[in-house]
């Protein structure tokens, strides 16, 4: 079993905190099946895809992605939007992370 740690190391997942669930990114991935991490990183790497697109990108059978997507929107890590060039498919895509405690400067690209 590896800690949270390696396993973020492995998938180089940001540590910006969720304002809902009060968890990190990274720490709700981590608690995900396989799959799931799978189907998070092909849509980090490519951005929005159907699940058609997930499922030719990440070679899983289409019942394993819908799965993973799944556990994916209930962990308010991916959402659902309509896929205008085919309204019978959903786009999927990575929920953008909130900002950091700081207000995500450091001061080090605007220090005068």
Not at 8 to 25: C, E, K, N, Q, W
Not at 33 to 40: D, E, G, H, Q
Request: aromatic share 8%; net charge negative; with cysteine.
């Amino acid at each position: 079993m590896y800690s949270s740690d390696v396993i973020a190391i492995f998938f180089r997942l940001p540590t910006v905190v969720h304002p809902v669930m009060g968890a990190t990114r990274r720490d709700r991935v981590a608690q995900l099946p396989p799959s799931a991490k799978l189907v998070f990183k092909v849509l980090e790497y490519h951005g929005s895809l159907t699940q058609k697109q997930i499922v030719e990108e990440s070679m899983l059978s289409p019942r394993t992605v819908r799965y993973a997507l799944e556990r994916l929107e209930e962990s308010h890590i991916v959402k659902e939007d309509i896929y205008f060039a085919d309204a019978r498919q959903n786009l999927y895509q990575l929920i953008p992370e909130a900002p950091a405690a700081n207000g995500g400067t450091d001061g080090a690209c605007c220090a005068e």
